[in-house]
């Protein structure tokens, strides 16, 4: 098993920053792909970035590049997501989640474990 909690969520103005961070707990964190994903009311789950096991690759959805930064510290077991120049469709619950496959990595399916969440909110 692998524990997920996300934190750095909040209320931010456009154009403004965040910076997310999910602890991991349980099983060996650098074995693991990290990845961040999204959700709003009645709207599927959407990938938003990735990151392999030793952190050489990276992977964003369209959306985001220039913006967003992920990020692993596997000595402290944390991944994080950079998040400048926020807009408020970026407006969401963020998601972190652990992938043993380090493959398909923008695909909801592709994880075994998902952290509760946290509260993105970007005002206009």
């Known amino acids: 098993q692998v524990q997920l909690v996300e934190s750095g969520g909040g209320l931010v103005q456009a154009g403004g920053s965040l910076r997310l961070s999910c602890a991991a707990s349980?099983?060996?964190?650098?074995?693991?792909?990290m990845g961040w994903f999204r959700q709003n009311p009645g709207r599927e789950r959407e990938f938003v970035a990735a990151?392999?096991?030793?952190?050489?690759?990276?992977y964003y959805t369209d959306s985001v590049k220039g913006r967003f930064t992920i990020s692993r510290d596997n000595a402290k077991n944390t991944v994080y997501l950079q998040m400048n120049s926020l807009k408020p469709e970026d407006t969401a619950v963020y998601y972190c989640?652990?992938?043993?496959?380090?493959?398909?990595?923008?695909?909801?399916?592709?994880?075994?474990?998902w952290g509760q969440g946290t509260q993105v909110t970007v005002s206009s």
């Open positions: 990151i392999n096991w030793s952190a050489a690759s990276t």
């Open positions: 989640a652990a992938s043993i496959r380090n493959m398909g990595l923008r695909s909801y399916g592709s994880y075994n474990y």
């Open positions: 349980g099983r060996t964190f650098s074995n693991y792909a």
